[in-house]
């Protein structure tokens, strides 16, 4: 990727899209967004909706959802799942760091902690702006963010098996991940290797995906909310509504409102 653009598409996820549902079949936080949707009862706006390992989920509740993604071949899949089961969505294909859509939501998520794939540190205070234009009134708007105290831990330059994954053709995908972080940039960098067999064993491609993302201290994000009009509601250290503890929570959920 251009440096000199470096906006949520730092990782390009359109390279692995056809890919992303084998080895990414977590549901972890599906039930926390069910219940902040159909608490809300309103319209709701996913950013960076991929695939739609949350969307299905809430669109299959009935919620009125709309989602975002700057993949074209993720939103392509989504696409299939739709017509596969014969749900209704809008999908709309725009980077999240340029918003600009004609309704209000009266909540607005960006699951999976992708608001860290923007890089580009004069984009982080655009976007949080952009999306505080989006919301109602009364409306919230909920980032998902990685503890960097705990996320850092495993970041130690080596190359992990990320598991071994059937394939809908018969065959398996082989999912490696090597991660460093950059303390005085406060990045992770590092990238994915696939490998694809088909059902002999037979290797039949490999890609590679550069895996780049930023970490938010906890300080570092409540300045930012300050600064574009949103004051936290509530921050959580898991979906199970915990309490956060910098040094043990895998998460920051926060929980803004205008």
């Not at 599906?30 to 159909?38: D, M, N, R």
């Not at 004069?122 to 909920?142: D, M, P, V």
Request: aromatic share 12%.
């Amino acid at each position: 990727m251009n440096s000199a653009n470096q906006t949520v598409q730092s990782i390009r996820f359109d390279k692995v899209a056809d890919l992303y549902d084998y080895y990414v079949n977590v549901d972890f936080d599906v039930s926390f967004f069910l219940h902040e949707a159909k608490k809300t009862g309103g319209k709701v706006l996913e950013l960076t909706s991929g695939t739609g390992r949350v969307s299905i989920p809430l669109l299959k509740a009935g919620v009125n959802l709309t989602c975002v993604d700057y993949s074209k071949e993720m939103l392509g899949v989504l696409q299939g799942k739709l017509d596969r089961d014969r749900l209704s969505c809008r999908l709309i294909n725009m980077d999240m760091t340029e918003l600009s859509l004609q309704d209000r939501f009266d909540l607005i998520f960006i699951p999976f902690h992708s608001f860290s794939e923007i890089l580009d540190k004069s984009k982080h205070k655009q976007t949080l702006e952009r999306i505080c234009a989006h919301l109602t009134g009364s409306g919230h708007f909920i980032c998902t963010l990685q503890n960097p105290q705990v996320r850092i831990r495993s970041m130690d330059g080596a190359l992990k098996h990320l598991g071994k994954f059937r394939t809908d053709s018969g065959g398996s995908l082989v999912v490696q991940s090597l991660l460093n972080y950059d303390a005085r940039a406060h990045m992770a960098r590092g990238f994915q290797l696939y490998e694809i067999y088909d059902k002999q064993g037979t290797l039949i491609d490999k890609r590679d995906l550069a895996i780049n993302f930023y970490l938010f201290s906890k300080r570092e994000f409540e300045d930012l909310i300050h600064l574009t009009g949103f004051e936290v509601d509530e921050l959580y250290g898991d979906y199970d509504y915990s309490e956060f503890d910098e040094h043990t929570s895998p998460f920051m959920i926060w929980k803004l409102k205008k």
